[in-house]
């Protein structure tokens, strides 16, 4: 099976099925008589854009997400509600404390997501740098980041 085939199949599965995990998606490719590994799966739904969002059971499933719809924000918010343990602010940076493995995904996601008012970010493994543009104050951000955290 070619690399548009088998996306065109990933995509009609997720349009038909609830599917949260790659490894069901890797088993539903053996039933039709294809053998793919995972990591192709995982190189398919980076492509493809997918993102996963809430079920009704509490869980999460692939979604393939609308025009509108800003994957990376949603991304962010979800990981930052996940994470999120203090921000502190002064003279045009946002410190965040987030749990240990998590600061590197979120200082990728706010580059991703390019607010207009993040001048870049710096990060280790659980703190996040945010640094502002000239004339943003820190408090309009810390609004932002609060707003992210609302569930």
Do not use: I, K, Q
């Given at each position: 099976m070619n690399k548009k085939t088998r996306q065109k199949?990933?995509?009609a599965l997720i349009q038909t099925q609830q599917v949260g995990r790659q490894e069901d998606i890797v088993a539903h490719f053996e039933t039709l008589g294809e053998t793919v590994t995972q990591a192709t799966i995982s190189r398919d739904i980076n492509e493809l854009g997918l993102i996963k969002v809430p079920?009704?059971?509490?869980?999460?499933?692939?979604?393939?997400?609308k025009q509108d719809d800003r994957p990376h924000l949603q991304r962010l918010r979800r990981v930052l509600q996940q994470s999120f343990l203090s921000q502190r602010a002064q003279r045009g940076q946002i410190f965040l404390k987030v749990q240990p493995g998590s600061g590197q995904m979120v200082a990728n996601l706010f580059e991703q997501v390019n607010f207009p008012?993040?001048?870049?970010?710096l990060s280790d493994d659980s703190a996040v740098l945010v640094l502002l543009k000239d004339g943003v104050t820190a408090n309009q951000m810390t609004n932002i980041i609060q707003k992210l955290l609302e569930k």
């Open positions: 199949t990933l995509l079920n009704a059971h509490g869980g999460f499933h692939y979604h393939l997400p008012e993040v001048f870049g970010t």
